[in-house]
């Protein structure tokens, strides 16, 4: 019976992948940034970061991305141009005039894992507020960066047709905002969150128990990543873990967590569809992405890489989880 | 060629199981003690404790164990027979006049992972001489439990015709015994660590780079355990992680690393075979009896479960890796 339920899930994900429809388009609305990153190996400034943005290049692997956000005067035109080489539609990107741009600057500690913002401008992205152009309100596939969730909720009313939402979270949202985190969560499918605000949010340091009372907030699903120890996914009738690919060079996490959400979201949208096994196998290529991510500064191991180079690691991926 | 190839590995796992040669019985050296606990929740005093209990219990739902270890005259007989009733051989088990028996008392903090060792008396463990009955002498699969690395290597040199020898060890023996620690590795042939311990003994905080490092100094496999985060593998051909099976149950996570190297080699003994599959499956049933063991304090929650427990929860644990 199992070797013949993994025939049967085996040929249904064949046929996804062959008969897939047209990839529909990604919207996703968020942070757009420079960062200067230190490690306990080197610094570099002047990084494109930003949630939105490594979402974006992550999800262009796999279909459309409509990428709004907000800039200042400052935002080098060649950034704009390397998202836009990716086939990201960059035309809900507003330049803010005399505005300066989001910049973020940190330091991780040598587990690569905890890190310390040094110094955190919001500049432009503290007044952001999303305006969507017309021809995307009608996109189907929606991710809520890292926000304030009441932009995040204005986000939403503007794309009322939409048939897939997902959103992220952080502490101070859970902390300062709860009562508008908690409207946002009943209007979402899913929710992408880190495991320490999951945490924060259900009150338990149990993980499992976290994501199901997370779950019960609203959303129909929840993701909680885990940094290098992969990402958990909760829904009514499925809980999973699944391992990050095991990788020796992490050069610089920051964005994991975006790539993880956008390949996430690319290949759903790609697809065209989030049922169970779609899903999961969303976030395998949301795990293999992230461990791309992480192989360099900002974003500049992706920009190596081909979708062969996933492909590739995916083959090695399933290998890893098959016994 | 993925389908085929399923095909032909799930028709190897079942011809192992199916073909499976008499199980080969299993020595374990290592502590014996009685523990007492406390936890957010609870406290709970005179607990079966010690790296060979929790062990040879493990291990006991797949092979024959026989246990060495020492023991003081205050040692409650209840637990002695607690052990034969699951067939475990205490024969090896020593008691040493007018002692006592190595106690443990410790606390978790919140997140159940992190733990304060209140009081610790070796007692009788403090001058553990281990000597093998004769008929030990020829068993083929061996475990040393985490113990000081120059007794470990004298349990070896009373098994010279094992064919597979894997130990454990802690942060005391790598800072306090280290060239020993280093003859010791060159003698076995696998080592399973913490993560903590993995990454003191290779100076690096990536984990993917321990292992590695780890396994060049000796052993021809590495497992690091990760606690709730599962376990990865490393041999010079292979480099996998497993992740934990999903609990919201943490009553008492001690002794979950013990039981899931007795799971592990109990299943490698069951097969008497240490190839790259079986030891992968090993290792899949290390994580789900760890994941009963911490479902309870002590070995209470084992004691409550069958074979078909176990089995039940594979189908669940390769279902949830499967996609």
Redesign the interface.
């Known amino acids: 019976m ?2 013949l ?3 049967i ?3 249904f ?2 046929s996804f992948s062959l008969l897939a429809p047209a990839a529909m388009p990604l919207l996703v609305v968020g942070s757009v940034a420079i960062d200067n990153v230190e490690t306990p190996q080197a610094r570099r400034d002047g990084l494109l970061g930003g949630s939105a943005t490594h979402f974006s290049y992550a999800a262009s692997f796999f279909t459309d991305v409509q990428l709004v956000g907000v800039v200042g005067e400052d935002w080098p035109p060649q950034h704009t141009e390397l998202l836009s080489s990716r086939g990201v539609d960059t035309s809900g990107l507003q330049t803010v005039r005399g505005g300066k741009t989001f910049t973020w600057t940190g330091r991780y500690e ?3 894992n905890d890190r310390v913002s040094l110094d955190t401008q919001l500049n432009v992205f503290g007044e952001f507020d999303p305006v969507l152009p017309e021809k995307y309100k009608r996109t189907e596939y929606v991710f809520l960066a890292n926000g304030v969730p009441a932009l995040q909720m204005k986000v939403l009313d503007q794309v009322p047709g939409c048939r897939l939402v997902v959103a992220d979270t952080m502490e101070l949202w859970i902390q300062n905002t709860y009562d508008d985190l908690m409207k946002l969560l009943k209007r979402i499918d899913g929710l992408v969150i880190n495991d320490s605000e999951a945490k924060m949010l259900a009150e338990t ?5 976290a994501g ?1 009372r997370v779950r019960e907030m609203g959303p129909r699903f929840v993701v909680i990543k ?1 940094g ?3 990402a ?1 996914f909760f829904s009514e009738h499925e ?6 690919f ?3 060079k ?1 050069i610089d996490p920051t964005g994991a967590g975006d790539s993880f959400a956008g390949g996430m979201m690319g290949y759903l949208a790609q697809q065209n569809n989030f049922d169970p ?1 779609t899903l ?2 969303a ?2 290529y949301g795990i293999l992405v992230a461990s791309f991510n992480v192989e360099g500064f900002g974003l500049e191991r992706m920009q190596q890489i081909s979708c062969d180079d996933i492909e590739g690691r995916m ?1 090695a991926y ?1 290998r ?4």
Do not use: D, Q, W
Request: charged content about 15%.
């Open positions: 199992p070797l339920a993994t025939i899930a085996r040929c994900s064949l040598p587990n690569m340091e149990n993980l499992v128990l199901h885990k290098e120890h992969g958990m809980t999973y873990v699944m391992p990050a095991p990788t020796e992490v096994v999961k196998t976030m395998a083959v399933r890893m989880l098959s016994f």
